[in-house]
Structures are given as structure tokens and as C-alpha cells.
């Protein structure tokens, strides 16, 4: 497991918002390949940063693989008490924040509910489905904005921008990095992006990267930090696996990122 520390410099930031640390985590997958221990780590690793803010960006379980539109994959209970535990010291001032990823969905109704309700008596998950909170830090303010994943029907852009300065620091949670799309198209302003599902591509081989991504954009989002103009991405290469439990030239991680 690998502690990313990552500066981004976002233009007019307020003076008082420097130095503000955002801890992410995605990906965890909680599963019968991916322990409680690893998940541990990943959230031992982040509270040793001391970060002012928390969010995670989705597939929080993996007993949920769907292959073919339409079949739902099997949730196991136990997989999800066993991440959540991993996670109870979790804490940061500003709070914890999260979005759903696809497997989440995949996992059907239920098991979305189940995965919301005890993430929130957990560790006080606050859920971002389409909709922004403003959170302030000495004298200044930011907006943190969250959709449902890009993959789903209910992925909303529009109701997560709904009622905002337009002079606002913007920063937008999403499990699929894909949704820079959906930002161009509607020319929406976000200033920083902060995503996952990629796993980094999992398995990268030397010169040829990771050939196969889960992204209409192929290898631009695979991972780290990718700029668009005025606007940031920070793909995170997550924390569980999914099929089997193999990394290739690819750590799991816990990130921290640091406003310049």
C-alpha cells in the first residue's frame, strides 16, 4: 500500500484554503480476495496525514460483478461489515463524504441502502447523490459536489452544480473519471475532480501500459493527476483489486491531497 501525497494548485484559491489536505480513498472492493487488513492500512495511512477532509469515491464492496446488462451480482453482508469496521477510526474536521461506484449499483437496491446506512452510523458517511455541501475553513469557503456513477441513469451534473456562485471553488466527487465528458459538454466550471475506478488499470506491463480500461477515453484517465485546461482530475489507483488479487506495476494507494 502506497501513501500518495499529491499538491494541486487550483487558481484563485482563497489565501485561508492553502494547505487544506483532502484524504480520498476508492475502490475498496471488499471482498474474499481483498481483506479487512488491507482496507485497515489504507485508512491507518490517511489518519497518520492528519487530513482536514475525507472522501471516498465508491465500490466499497465487489461481491457484485455484472457481466451482461441487466444480472445483479450477488452482496454478501459480511464483506460490507468487514469494510466498514476496517474504516471506524476514521475522522476529520471538515467531515467524511462519499459517491457510489458502479459495483455499488450493480449490487441492486438494497444492497445500495445497506452500503449508505452503514457507512453513515459507521463513520458519519455523509452521501453526496447529485447534490453539493459548503464547507469553510478560516474565513473562506469551498463547494464539494457529488454525483451517482457515470454509468447510471441518475448521474447528475446539473443537480450537483444546482444553486452555486459562479466565482465558487468547486471541487467534484465522482467514482468514473469519464465524467470530464459530461463537464465539457455542459461547460460546467469544476476546478478539481477527484475519482477512481480505473484500479490504475490493475495490471500495467512495462511499455504497453494497461491495453483494456473501463473508459471511453482509454489511457487518459488511468491514473494520477490529469489536467484539462483550467480544470484537475486525480485518478486514484484504489485500494482493492476486482477478479483476482494481482497488482502489476500498479500499488494500491491512499491519497492525500494538499490545495496550493
Known amino acids: 500500500m502506497e501513501l500518495v501525497r499529491m499538491p494541486v494548485t487550483i487558481r484563485n484559491l482563497p489565501a485561508s484554503l492553502r494547505g487544506l489536505k483532502i484524504g480520498l480513498l476508492t475502490d475498496l472492493h ?16 490517511l489518519m497518520a496525514e492528519n487530513p482536514d477532509l475525507i472522501v471516498m469515491a465508491g465500490d466499497y464492496i465487489s461481491g457484485s460483478t455484472r457481466f451482461l446488462s441487466g444480472s445483479i ?16 477510526n476514521l475522522k476529520a474536521s471538515l467531515g467524511i463524504y462519499g459517491v ?5 449499483f450493480w449490487s441492486g437496491h438494497e444492497s445500495v441502502k445497506a452500503i449508505c446506512e452503514a457507512f453513515t452510523r459507521q463513520i458519519g458517511m455523509v452521501w453526496l447523490r447529485n447534490r453539493s455541501v459548503e464547507l469553510h475553513k478560516g474565513g473562506s469557503s ?39 465528458d459530461d463537464i465539457a459538454l455542459s461547460r460546467q466550471r469544476i476546478d478539481l475532480v477527484l475519482s477512481g475506478h480505473t484500479h490504475g488499470g490493475q495490471v500495467v506491463m512495462p ?54
Request: contains cysteine; aromatic residues 6%.
Open 30 to 45: 471488499a471482498s474474499f480476495i481483498v481483506s479487512g487488513e488491507t482496507i485497515r492500512t489504507a485508512g491507518r495511512l
Open 100 to 104: 457510489l461506484g458502479n459495483h455499488d
Open 142 to 180: 469551498f463547494h464539494l459536489l457529488g454525483v451517482d456513477d457515470y454509468w447510471e441513469e441518475s448521474c447528475s451534473l446539473t443537480g450537483a452544480c444546482r444553486g452555486l456562485a459562479a466565482d465558487s471553488v468547486r471541487i467534484l466527487l465522482s467514482h468514473n473519471p469519464d465524467i470530464n
Open 207 to 260: 511499455l504497453l501500459g494497461q491495453p483494456v480500461m473501463p473508459s471511453k477515453f482509454g489511457q487518459k484517465y488511468r491514473a494520477g493527476l490529469v489536467r484539462d485546461g483550467d480544470r484537475q482530475t486525480y485518478i486514484s489507483r484504489g485500494v482493492g483489486c476486482l477478479l483476482a488479487p494481482i497488482r502489476l506495476n500498479c500499488p494500491p494507494e491512499a491519497t492525500v491531497l494538499t490545495l496550493t
Open 73 to 88: 451480482g450477488e452482496f454478501k453482508h459480511e464483506h460490507l461489515s468487514r469494510c466498514v469496521d476496517a474504516l471506524a
